[in-house]
């Protein structure tokens, strides 16, 4: 018996030291239990063998039989407990070596907000090890200021339990403040069901750093214009921002002589010394691999000269001369060769540069080489600050502008008490006709030399400026109405005797105009607009070629309220949020596939959806097409970007305005939205009308080309439908055409439009350009489509517009037997 009882208490014994060690491993609540049950079995086991006379061969033994077997299955119990420890060690060490794979740092944090386990990469993100942050708290490690400084409870966020993702600022060893994007967790373990949170910390240096490199970018290229003005500056500025927003000890520039033979330093900036030099040359014929790399490279990217090929021929001097270690260095290019260099020179260690330092260096000398040829981008960036002002095509004040202009001089006339304000609404007869018999080229001239004699005939004091198309408005302040008709009547008569020669074929030139007088207080700028407006239509319905003043009467009073509520309506409805878009289909046709459908723009009103063409006109008259494009492109994009969830293939066809093209903030906002929402630019094609991309060439094709830069793409509407159509193909970087509806529409009726189609066809093929085609409306118009290479097809028969994009359907078939 005394031996069965010694091994009784043996067992629990070893269960006891069992429980003390587990204990130890901070498992304190499951563990007591059977700590105090083990403890005292084995104390009444001890009692028991110190009672007995002779403990290892008397008494009644099987009676403690039942209390070994409790005792081996409480000593199996702890066991069982170590056994799913080392398996949670085990799980830590597997995330241990993922974090240090993946590049993010993994953490256990106890409820109390105290570090348990910290893997190892830890020392590299703060510089501690993992021992060091052992017991520490969480909110200890973070920075003052950071957006999380204690970790949430579940009951303060419920999601915990499915992870939530937060910025943080943590505080490195040395005092370092590292942003962080943390992805935490509040989960039990294996063993009881113990709480605990899971932290994945990313580090966010680089992102941050990108964003300000970005930002500095943005500062320079706002400061442009002074840096194009004086170049020596300018090459000082951009030096000084450059080298502190990459932390680098030593920022140059330097410029190719004309033969390639030397390099030349033309600005050397010594960020620790704070010192500017200029003036070192360096000959070419010694550095021969290290020119061919710079031809070579968009940026030269160096983290080690000592062991780097391309700089074996100025390690031993230029480099060595410095103490250069490592350099980021950028051709300049100007008209397509290597001009010079941008070199970004790190004269510590060896440095490694990210792809975001790599990307600022090749825009520094991207600004550079804008600062190079002062003269000729000193007068672009005039041409831009104008732009927010004046008429590029006329040199007038644009509408935007001679609005807000227009506007302060009505309040200004109000608040005397006896406004005397005169407004003329001049319209060019015929101008129309003038574009699609001679060419926009030509009608765009006619506009500038208008412009220019209406400056020779405008009073002093007053306002002038082209409103869009072949109108302008000239406000005379201190006339009264008889006045102002003859300063029309000087205008009307200056333009009718003006000689404007095309070729050899003279031309007469006449207008209408519209006189309207501020005659109360209580009106706007838009009011005294709109009446100038129709006083213009009633000079044209009489006949053209003369002057109307505008006289309140019962028609003309109705035409006017009619235009004024269209415009009120316009305005409520923009602020209000009343528009709404719907989606036409674009189905592949041939071989071609793709989720493709065109924004259409409705205006809802008392439950009625409007069409563009009951509200555009007055929109376009009164200048609200640009608060209309952005909320077009703005909802659009939105709607992309959630239906790309469920249909990543999608694509959204937007049309975009004539004022597009004299928006220069509209490219910025297109950008922010796109990066916004986080699209492919590839999936938003925007869609220009022929007249308008011919109306504003150059600004057509410079928007054109900075949003191609981002990857969207272009599609030309309407294509056929104005004058010299193939020349204007050929001259705008479109990806798409779309041919003119009137062409499609009888198409299997009419060999004239199958022969115009057929050639439109032919012409974008042999450019290179996909094809669609609109008011595709029965089955053998659209085989005859299928038949020429069409790629896209458009119209009711292949899906009206709907308020939302119609599922992709099998690839279309014309209809058997359809006549």
């Known amino acids: 018996m005394g031996t069965l009882l010694l091994l009784s208490i043996t067992v629990r014994l070893a269960g006891l030291g069992l429980t003390l060690w587990l204990l130890l491993r901070d498992r304190r609540m499951p563990i007591l239990f ?42 199996g119990v702890v066991l069982a407990s170590m056994r799913l420890l080392r398996e949670e060690g085990r799980q830590f060490s597997f995330w241990d070596n993922v974090s240090r794979e993946a590049g993010f740092a993994f953490a256990t944090v106890a409820p109390d907000q105290t570090l348990r386990r910290v893997s190892t990469n830890i020392r590299e993100l703060l510089g501690y090890s993992p021992e060091a942050l052992a017991g520490r708290t969480f909110h200890s490690l973070t920075a003052p200021g950071s957006p999380l400084r204690e970790l949430p409870t579940p009951q303060e966020a419920p999601d915990l339990v499915r992870g939530l993702r937060r910025e943080a600022v943590l505080l490195s060893r040395d005092g370092q403040r590292i942003p962080v994007r943390i992805f935490l967790r ?13 932290l994945v910390i990313a580090d966010r240096r680089e992102e941050v750093q990108a964003r300000q490199l970005q930002e500095t970018i943005a500062d320079l290229a706002r400061e442009a214009e002074d840096i194009i003005t004086n170049e020596g500056w300018g090459l000082v500025h951009i030096a000084e921002r450059a080298a502190a927003a990459l932390n680098v000890e030593r920022f140059n520039v330097w410029w190719f002589s004309p033969d390639y033979q030397h390099l030349r330093c033309a600005e050397n900036f010594d960020r620790t010394a704070g010192r500017h030099t200029a003036g070192e040359v360096l000959d070419t ?34 480099l060595a001369r410095h103490g250069v270690r490592a350099l980021l260095d950028a051709p300049i290019l100007l008209e397509g060769e290597v001009a010079g260099v941008v070199c970004f020179e790190h004269t510590g260690g060896r440095r490694a540069w990210s792809e975001a330092e790599v990307a600022f260096a090749g825009s520094i000398a991207d600004l550079v080489a804008l600062a190079r040829t002062a003269g000729r981008h000193r007068k672009r960036a005039e041409q831009l600050a104008q732009q927010a002002y004046l008429d590029p095509l006329t040199g007038l004040l644009n509408w935007q502008y001679l609005q807000q202009r227009l506007q302060e001089e009505v309040e200004r006339q109000e608040a005397t008490g006896e406004p005397r304000l005169a407004l003329l609404y001049i319209d060019i007869d015929q101008f129309r006709y003038v574009n699609d018999t001679l060419g926009h080229e030509t009608g765009d001239h006619l506009l500038a030399e208008v412009g220019k004699e209406l400056i020779a005939a405008q009073p002093t004091d007053s306002l002038l400026g082209r409103v869009g198309g072949d109108a302008f408005v000239l406000a005379v302040p201190g006339l009264d ?44 700028a838009g009011d005294l607009l709109a009446r100038a407006d129709l006083a213009c239509n ?10 109307s003043l505008y006289q309140p009467g019962e028609t003309a009073g109705q035409l006017m309220s009619k235009r ?4 009120h309506r316009l305005r409520r409805a923009l602020n209000q949020d009343r528009f709404r878009l719907v989606y036409q289909p674009i189905r592949g046709l041939g071989g071609n596939t793709g989720d493709f459908h065109e924004t259409l723009l409705r205006m809802e009103e008392d439950g009625e959806l409007l069409l563009p063409a009951e509200f555009l006109p007055t929109a376009e008259r009164f200048s609200l097409m640009g608060e209309i494009d952005r909320w077009v492109v703005r909802h659009a994009l ?17 049309n975009l305005s004539a004022s597009a093209f004299n928006d220069q903030q509209l490219c910025d906002e297109i950008r922010q939205e796109i990066e916004r929402w986080e699209l492919d630019p590839s999936a938003v094609v925007f869609e220009i009308t022929e007249t308008v991309a011919i109306a504003n060439m150059a600004a057509a094709k410079a928007m054109i080309w900075t949003l191609k830069e981002m990857g969207c793409r272009f599609s030309l509407d309407d294509f056929g439908s104005g004058f010299a159509s193939f020349a204007y193909l050929r001259e705008l970087p479109v990806d798409l055409v779309k041919i003119d509806g009137h062409f499609i529409r009888e198409l299997s009726g009419s060999t004239l439009d199958l022969a115009i189609v057929r050639s439109l066809v032919d012409i974008a093929h042999t450019l290179g350009k996909e094809v669609v085609a609109e008011f595709v409306e029965n089955g053998q118009t659209l085989a005859l489509l299928q038949e020429m290479g069409v790629h896209y097809g458009q119209g009711a028969y292949l899906g009206p517009p709907q308020a939302e994009p119609a599922p992709v359907l099998r690839r279309p078939r014309p209809a058997v037997g359809e006549g």
């Open 34 to 75: 059977l700590a105090a049950l083990t403890s005292l079995m084995a104390a009444r086991q001890g009692i028991t063998f110190a009672q007995m006379d002779t403990p290892w061969l008397g008494g009644p033994w099987i009676s403690e039989l039942p209390g070994l077997a409790v005792s081996f299955l409480i000593l």
């Open 186 to 198: 509040h989960l039990g373990t294996p063993l009881y069901e113990r709480r605990h949170y899971n």
């Open 285 to 318: 014929a010694q550095a021969p691999v290290y020119v061919e790399a710079l031809r070579a490279n968009r940026v030269l990217k160096v983290e080690d000269s000592a062991s780097d090929p391309n700089l074996r021929e100025l390690t031993p001097t230029y």
């Open 481 to 524: 109405e008889q006045a102002a008709c003859g300063v029309g009547e000087t205008i009307r008569d200056r333009l009718a005797h003006f000689g404007f020669r095309v070729g050899k074929r003279d031309m007469t030139l006449s207008v209408s105009i519209g006189v309207a007088p501020l005659r109360d207080t209580s009106d706007t």
């Open 538 to 547: 009633q000079a044209k319905e009489a006949g053209r070629n003369r002057i």
């Open 564 to 567: 004024l509520e269209m415009f």
């Open 638 to 654: 939105a709607k992309l970007a959630t239906e790309r969830r469920e249909r990543p293939g999608l694509t959204f066809s937007i």
